[in-house]
């Protein structure tokens, strides 16, 4: 049999790591294993390399290292912000303003603070997923202490107009302006001062760099309580044993992504517009999910109607295709994604959904791949499928079309 | 997840697609939930001598579907309506928790199908019937007017 061709198309979840971050690493596990409290020379080497990772995560966002607290990971980061603000500020205001399209990290913890008398309000998104800056001005009140809209969707890779809402936020004065950049940050340029930021979360396992660790960012000044206690690690914001392995790996995929990132951005477009317009055109019946321009290099996100999401990934699987879907089915819950929810996707057209982001150990030929093995993966479950009987009869409801737009892709 | 019976259900699906002049047809489940299951069936006597299904939904619910056809073949009808949900995923090895209620809804398809049959029908043998009463039968839209043409007496057989 022949082999199988692995075509890895799924970086926003998470990304191989980088060979030379792995190398480092190795350097960090078996020679300089010190602990980077520690007063001799394995300790204080191990603390030399955690400083010269926050100058090189610092340096990816136009920030300086001081700025940094490295947690470990995205999540953690986003609780940090979130929490850590709406504690330290609780004399100030108890109001957070968020939108509904947000990771769970965000959406969770900010619940769990409505419970603990928090008000919170959930910004909608137009049908290409984005926020518009005059809800946020409409939503900001005398009570207002922090505002967190990431910079671009994991799902639909929608880019925020995220300055133009950084200015909106600095003119009420008080609140904080938090953005989880998690997809974003080696994706594509971030600078904290552009983006008029307070608190910026990012995470090493999405840009080449090992998973359980991720950084928040700080701006000097900022108020915020930690949410583990335990030592005066990290400038007093999160106690703990930093994780050097983790921290000097995520260093120096920062500074990877840092030398390369307009390559990076050249090669992902590539790839991602010849999926975009090699999988619509073939396959009828087919909606691009998301801004058709405003988007992530990295992200396709498609939906296909009178097939399920998962059952589009297991026979991806089969062809060597790693993708992922908003599905309920894929996401352990009853519901499809909320992200599509939020833009106006009908349930069937949020179960079809696939979506395929691209990274740079992809190529031309991969696309290539994707784009001859999708369609009879398509006809196939089509031709198993009643809703797309119904289509043919000519008698099947005719609720698939997304609000706000007039026809299907139908080639 | 998924274990290999499931799979193999999955990827190569027994007696997919529609039949021919069907006796009873049953849909299940609905969009919002991202399954749904048809059956239809074919009778000959009181036996099933045909099944065939079409699954929009996820490697449980087609896999289910696959799995319900094959058990249901030959099998008369009172059989077929003893064999439950969680009869077609044991049969299967076993499915998932979470796919336990949302995407096993094979069964109910079927009993759709044999309760569209017996009410098109009465509880008679379709093949009993002349020609022409099948006909009228099939045209009847309403299956609920053809039930109260015939009403569940004399020789019906159904189990309540």
């Given amino acids: ?100 399209i947000e990771h ?16 919170v309000t959930y910004l909608p998104v137009d049908k290409h997923g984005m926020v518009d800056p005059d809800d946020v001005k409409k939503a900001l009140t005398p009570q207002t202490i922090l505002v967190t809209i990431m910079a671009a969707n994991n799902e639909v890779g929608t880019i925020q107009p995220s300055a133009v809402i950084g200015r909106v936020v600095k003119e009420h004065g008080q609140a904080y302006y938090h953005m989880d950049a998690v997809q974003t940050y080696g994706n594509w340029p971030v600078n904290v001062n552009d983006l008029h930021v307070d608190l910026l979360t990012v995470s090493s396992h999405k840009i080449y760099g090992p998973k359980g660790v991720g950084a928040l960012y700080l701006r000097k000044g900022v108020k915020l309580v930690p949410i583990v206690f335990g030592g005066s690690h990290e400038r007093k914001r999160r ?74 990934l297991l026979n991806l699987d089969m062809k060597g295709i790693a993708a992922s879907s908003g599905s309920a089915c894929t996401s352990g819950s009853l519901e499809p994604s909320h992200v599509l929810l939020a833009m106006g996707l009908p349930h069937e057209l949020a179960h079809g959904s696939l979506r395929m982001t691209v990274g740079t150990d992809n190529n031309m030929e991969d696309m290539e791949h994707v784009i001859a093995t999708l369609p009879d993966i398509v006809r196939r479950l089509r031709q198993m499928s009643p809703l797309y009987a119904d289509k043919i009869k000519g008698h099947a409801a005719a609720p698939l079309t997304p609000a706000g737009e007039e026809h299907p892709h139908d080639v | 997840m998924y274990n290999e019976k499931v799979m193999e259900h999955f990827y190569n699906p027994k007696n997919v697609g529609e039949l021919k002049d069907p006796d009873g047809i049953g849909r299940v489940g609905n969009p919002t939930c991202g399954d749904i299951m048809q059956i239809a069936i ?18 449980a619910a087609i896999a289910t579907s696959s799995m319900v056809t094959e058990m ?80 569940m007496s004399g020789e019906g057989k159904d189990k309540h």
Avoid: W
Wanted: proline content about 3%; overall charge negative.
């Fill in chain 1, 104 to 119: 769970h990290a965000i959406l969770h913890t900010c619940q769990h603070l409505e419970k603990e008398g928090y008000k």
């Fill in chain 2, 42 to 59: 074919k009778v000959k006597g009181d036996r099933i001598a045909d099944v065939k299904f079409q699954t929009f939904g996820c490697g």
């Fill in chain 2, 72 to 151: 249901v073949k030959g099998k008369t009808l009172d059989e077929a309506q003893e064999i439950s949900n969680r009869a077609v995923a044991d049969a299967l090895g076993g499915l998932p928790p979470n796919k336990m209620h949302c995407s096993n809804l094979a069964a109910d398809a079927l009993h759709e199908a044999i309760k569209d049959y017996r009410a098109k029908y009465g509880g008679t043998d379709r093949n009993a019937a002349t020609q022409a009463q099948v006909q009228a039968a099939g045209e009847t839209a309403a299956s609920t007017a053809a039930a109260s043409d015939k009403p």
């Fill in chain 1, 239 to 312: 106690a703990g044993t930093e994780n050097v392995p983790g921290i000097v790996g995520f260093g120096k995929a920062a500074e990877i992504a840092r030398e390369t990132l307009d390559q990076r951005i050249a090669h992902n477009t590539a790839l991602r517009d010849r999926l975009i317009s090699g999988l619509l055109s073939p396959i009828d019946y087919a909606h691009l999910n998301g801004h058709p321009t405003q988007r992530l290099p990295n992200n396709v996100n498609i939906s296909i109607e009178f097939v399920e999401g998962e059952s589009m």
């Fill in chain 1, 1 to 100: 049999m022949a082999e199988t061709r692995r075509v890895y198309l799924d970086h926003a979840a998470t990304t191989p790591v980088h060979p030379e971050v792995v190398k480092i690493m190795d350097y960090y596990m078996l020679e300089a294993f010190g602990n980077p409290s520690s007063i001799h020379s394995l300790g204080r080497e191990a603390r030399k390399g955690v400083e010269e990772a926050r100058e090189q995560v610092a340096a990816l966002m136009g920030a300086t290292a001081n700025e940094i607290v490295f947690t470990a990971g995205g999540t953690e980061a986003d609780n940090l912000a979130i929490q850590g603000v709406a504690y330290g500020r609780r004399d100030v205001g108890n109001h957070i303003i968020t939108s509904a």
